[in-house]
């Protein structure tokens, strides 16, 4: 089945800089790259996705990029504000193939933004 | 949290009773997911359904159950609770197959002691 790997586990950075969280996974089937944010106490929330026809998407502070020949994909956030302090996720759809269906989720990220 | 709801919202059981956890969405969507959120492992998924009375297993269902009688209505059943069911169980709802974004419930913390 399909394996995603997420680093950083932790992430500080100071208010104004950038984060980036990168993500492998190992199905070339994978078709479909979401991201999440959980906040504490708070369900995951969706807050950028990608497909495998798209190199990079943009929303705001917010861009995803995609390297399917490597198999790795990325969250940028940049102007980072104390809002954005939470645990991101990375997901990839796996190749069910009468198999489990669902996404495949990394590890998550907890990341700090530092006044 | 997209019309989904989860209750309860935190339970404390004990070893070898049944516990039923229960999801609701008012989206009418098809799709809906139960996964389980442990430190170290992120969310895994233990069951979904695609439909009225239609179930599968996924990666980590070995201990729990699932049944869907109505469209809005997903239940999670541990027939006999163990502690290493503690754990915080989230239900996902989707219109589509598994491409299709996928929305998140609250939450159900729950607690085997």
């Known amino acids: 089945g399909e394996n995603v790997e997420q680093h950083p586990s932790t992430l500080s950075v100071q208010e104004g800089d950038s984060a980036v969280i990168k993500c492998t996974y190992s199905d070339s089937a994978s078709n479909y790259f979401p991201w999440y944010k959980q906040e504490l106490g708070k369900g995951p929330q969706l807050i950028i996705d990608i497909r495998s026809n798209v190199g990079e998407k943009k929303d705001q502070r917010i861009a995803v990029t995609l390297n399917k020949t490597a198999k790795h994909f990325s969250l940028h956030i940049t102007e980072t504000q104390p809002e954005d302090s939470a645990v991101y996720f990375c997901a990839a759809s796996p190749y069910s193939g009468g198999g489990a269906d669902g996404l495949t989720f990394g590890k998550g990220t907890h990341l700090i933004i530092q006044p | 949290d997209a019309g989904i709801t989860q209750s309860p919202r935190h339970k404390v059981t004990e070893t070898g009773t049944p516990v039923t956890l229960r999801c609701h969405q008012t989206e009418n969507h098809r799709y809906m997911y139960w996964y389980r959120q442990d430190p170290g492992h992120g969310l895994r998924l233990i069951h979904y359904?695609?439909?009225?009375?239609?179930?599968d297993k996924g990666e980590v269902s070995d201990g729990y159950s699932v049944s869907r009688s109505k469209t809005e209505d997903f239940l999670l059943t541990l027939e006999s609770a163990t502690s290493s069911q503690t754990s915080v169980y989230f239900c996902?709802?989707?219109?589509?197959?598994?491409?299709?974004?996928?929305?998140f419930g609250p939450g159900t913390r729950l607690t085997v002691l």
């Open positions: 359904s695609y439909g009225v009375k239609d179930t």
């Open positions: 996902a709802i989707s219109a589509g197959r598994v491409t299709d974004t996928q929305y």
